[in-house]
Nanobody, 121 residues
Framework: QVQLVESGGGLVQTGGSLRLSCTAS????????MGWFRQAPGKEREFVLA????????AYADSVKGRFTISRDNAKNTVYLQMNSLKPEDTAVYYC??????????????WGQGTQVTVSS
């Protein structure tokens, strides 16, 4: 059974940083693209970043360019989301997903349970 587990969320002040991790069990991530999505209360789930299976390609939402980065450590079966210069509008539940390299949620097969990120003003 494939399981993705996110960690690293929490409460941070505006301008602060957090690093989210997503570790997989039951599936080797090296063969799959990984994505991060987020969902704020009352809003639809939105794309944040994606990284290809090899790590050679990345895609970013305009809202996070220059502030967020995605990386992967295939040896640890883990993907990271480094978030800097956080803003209150970044407050959301963040989800990692495994599947095809895509900006669309339906390109991904497996999802984590989500981790809450709250940015205070």
């Amino acid at each position: 059974q494939v399981q993705l587990v996110e960690s690293g969320g929490g409460l941070v002040q505006t301008g602060g940083s957090l690093r989210l991790s997503c570790t997989a069990s039951g599936r080797t991530l090296r063969s799959y693209a990984m994505g991060w999505f987020r969902q704020a209360p009352g809003k639809e789930r939105e794309f944040v970043l994606a990284i290809s299976a090899t790590g050679g390609s990345t895609a970013y939402a305009d809202s996070v360019k220059g502030r967020f980065t995605i990386s992967r450590d295939n040896a640890k079966n883990t993907v990271y989301l480094q978030m800097n210069s956080l803003k209150p509008e970044d407050t959301a539940v963040y989800y990692c997903a495994s599947g095809s390299y895509s900006r669309n949620w339906y390109g991904y097969t497996y999802w984590g349970q989500g981790t809450q990120v709250t940015v205070s003003s």
